[in-house]
T-cell receptor
Framework: NAGVMQNPRHLVRRRGQEARLRCSPV?????VYWYRQLPEEGLKFMVY????????ESGMPKERFSAEFPKEGPSILRIQQVVRGDSAAYFC????????????????FGAGTRLSVL | AQKVTQAQTEISVVEKEDVTLDCVYE???????LFWYKQPPSGELVFLIR??????QNEISGRYSWNFQKSTSSFNFTITASQVVDSAVYFC???????????FGAGTILRVKS
């Protein structure tokens, strides 16, 4: 029974390159969330997606960041033209289907992708 | 706005000591959920507990116990007879009743020495 799978675990990019982070939710889960953890800080919400829909992107930077959760395949967090300040751990979580926007849903987290920008 | 404060940045204890991790939250909502997660050295976040704002009963699960006090907006976590395997970063988090963002505290690093 696989949990949330994120890959790669570590990603190194040079400034200006693109970073693509992948997240496969727990089987049967239809809600996906992305969080960012900067060094010495807690996790900060970025975006909440359901299949083929972005539900809440209030935590996403306005430029260079995008996320998708297609009908088939993993959720992707894409960062274009990375800068040093994007270096962080990016965590994906998933939760089971339930009442839309129900805060009671438990979010199960992956092990994260550590992005380093040189 | 919602906010979670974990004032203890790092705690070190010797094995078998009891340790309490503090969590204080701020919210204007009357209905909300509180969570604790554990982040071991391997990096993933492990769900420990969810509590809703209407249930102030303390909860015990093995060596873990949680004390929810609405009057002081606190949701503290106690580990009894700590073990080296308890060494991790512990996060407290808050969500609205109808909303999907988790608002996290900065985390407390717990080091348990043998």
């Amino acid at each position: 029974n696989a949990g949330v799978m994120q890959n790669p675990r570590h990603l190194v990019r040079r400034r200006g390159q693109e970073a693509r982070l992948r997240c496969s939710p727990v089987k049967g889960h239809s809600h996906v969330y992305w969080y960012r953890q900067l060094p010495e800080e807690g996790l900060k919400f970025m975006v909440y997606l359901q299949k083929e829909n972005i539900i809440d992107e209030s935590g996403m930077p306005k430029e260079r960041f995008s996320a998708e959760f297609p009908k088939e395949g993993p959720s992707i967090l894409r960062i274009q033209q990375v800068v040093r300040g994007d270096s962080a751990a990016y965590f994906c979580a998933s939760s089971p289907p339930g009442m839309p926007g129900s805060g009671k849903n438990i979010q199960y987290f992956g092990a994260g992708t550590r992005l380093s920008v040189l | 706005a919602q906010k979670v404060t974990q004032a203890q940045t790092e705690i070190s204890v010797v094995e078998k000591e009891d340790v309490t991790l503090d969590c204080v939250y701020e919210t204007r909502d009357t209905t909300y959920y509180l969570f604790w997660y554990k982040q071991p050295p391997s990096g993933e976040l492990v769900f420990l507990i969810r509590r809703n704002s209407f249930d102030e009963q303390n909860e015990i699960s093995g060596r873990y116990s949680w004390n929810f006090q609405k009057s002081t907006s606190s949701f503290n976590f106690t580990i009894t007879a700590s073990q080296v395997v308890d060494s991790a970063v512990y996060f407290c988090a808050l969500s609205k009743a109808y909303g999907n963002k988790l608002v996290f505290g900065a985390g407390t690093i717990l080091r348990v020495k043998s």
